[in-house]
């Protein structure tokens, strides 16, 4: 065994894991960290990858023989080629001067790997006073009833044909939120229902796919959706309408809990805290720059990638 519970416990002050993203709390062991080390040298998903789904190989592999792993910090680099390549160092720690540390060894890696980025992610507890970056909000579905929505929302393949003629025209519009993705996905008839809600029959707003997978530990989880509305067609309460579906969807189909990441402060966050999920922390990415002249790092505000699947 590689990492000592002992030591990374006490480091983990939101529940994120490398190349997995955010788990369920109950699903942080050390066993799950164990899980993408050995995975780094297979190219491979884990059997619980929310990014199985979408097929082909995993992209992002943990740099196991750079992982830096002490009592009081412990740095998690990965690599991934896709687009110009990154290198991410996740660190996991109490002092806030372990983020230069990380920054200097993303800057290293991703100079030895030849990769365009070197970033660092900070994992913050959900007591921090100004979060910022990404909010990690966990929907419990055992402890309330999801009821169904009173509005317009039903899978894109139930609405009439006219209607879901639309559909593709939406996808395009909406293209930077992953929805000309999903599109494609659901041409192929390779992911979950989609549900979408319309105006004078015209698609404005949807979120998918609804998928039910199990977790690290065998609970099922509802899987992360893409999810957009018009702009033309927003502050109407479609979001939350859709939102709202979803989660009754959820509920219907057996799933424990969903996990969500909002930019903080931003609608979706706003939406999540207003329907009282709970948050389990927040995750902050910086840049790491290895050029002489610049800054040694600073806040990342947008990571334009290109879409793979729901956050």
């Not at 993203?21 to 993408?36: N, R, S, Y």
């Not at 160092?89 to 372990?98: E, H, K, Q, R």
């Amino acid at each position: 065994m590689f990492f000592r519970w002992d030591w990374l416990r006490p480091q983990l002050t939101a529940p994120i894991v490398p190349t997995l993203g955010p788990v369920h709390p109950d699903a942080l062991t050390v066993d799950i960290f164990e899980d993408v080390l050995r995975a780094a040298d297979t190219g491979g998903f884990l059997p619980y990858d929310k990014d199985r789904r979408w097929g082909g190989e995993k992209d992002e592999r943990v740099l196991r023989e750079e992982v830096v792993h002490e009592p009081e910090r412990t740095f998690i680099p990965t690599l991934t080629r896709r687009g110009h390549g990154n290198v991410k160092v996740f660190a996991y720690g109490p002092p806030d001067s372990i983020v230069e540390e990380a920054a200097e060894l993303a800057a290293k890696l991703a100079a030895v790997h030849d990769v365009a980025g070197a970033r660092v992610v900070r994992p913050l507890g959900p007591k921090t006073t100004h979060p910022h970056g990404t909010r990690i909000q966990l929907k419990d579905f055992t402890t309330d009833p999801c009821p169904a929505p009173d509005g317009p929302v039903r899978p894109v393949t139930s609405w009439p044909a006219t209607v879901q003629e639309t559909f593709a025209p939406f996808a395009r519009d909406m293209a930077t939120d992953g929805l000309a993705f999903l599109h494609a996905r659901m041409h192929a008839d390779q992911c979950g229902p989609v549900l979408a809600t319309a105006v004078a029959d015209r698609i404005v707003g949807a979120i998918g796919p609804m998928e039910v997978h199990p977790d690290a530990i065998g609970r099922p989880q509802l899987m992360p959706q893409y999810f957009a509305v018009l702009p033309k067609a927003r502050d109407q309460g479609l979001g939350r309408l859709l939102w709202r579906a979803a989660m009754h969807w959820g509920q219907r189909h057996g799933a424990a809990y969903q996990l969500l990441q909002t930019k903080v402060g931003g609608p979706s966050d706003a939406l999540c805290l207003s329907e009282g999920l709970t948050s389990l922390g927040s995750s902050h990415t910086i840049h790491a720059y290895p050029l002489t002249g610049l800054p040694r790092f600073a806040e990342v505000r947008a990571m334009p990638e290109a879409p793979r699947g729901p956050r």
